[in-house]
């Protein structure tokens, strides 16, 4: 769980008591312009992560995963090329044999 505020009830400058505010201002928002209305006390899509979010953590998983990939071949390649042996990894849940 990660905090994003400090929590002091009564405070001016509680934040949760502020973050509840503007969830449910959002939800005001959202039914005074759609139907149906929402049926929660609160929305909070706005701070959900958006579809732009999701594809860019997906290709930066792709670039996480080449980059592994090519350190982990070419530690292979040079621990074979030393010894002459096949030598294995696990690379996203794959096994990964190299025999130089």
Known sequence: MVAAGWREEGSQDDFYEALGHAARSARARYNAEHT?????DT????WLPSDANQ????AEGVVRLS???D???RRLIR??????HE???Q???ASLGVLV
Not at 43 to 46: H, K, N, R, S
Not at 55 to 58: G, N, S, Y
Not at 79 to 84: E, F, N, R, T, V
């Open 36 to 40: 149906p209305s929402l049926i929660t």
């Open 71 to 73: 350190t982990t071949v």
């Open 87 to 89: 030598h294995t990894a």
């Open 43 to 46: 929305d909070v899509t706005q």
């Open 67 to 69: 980059r592994e990939l």
């Open 91 to 93: 690379v996203a849940k």
């Open 79 to 84: 621990a074979s090329l030393l010894d002459g």
């Open 55 to 58: 594809d860019r953590f997906a």
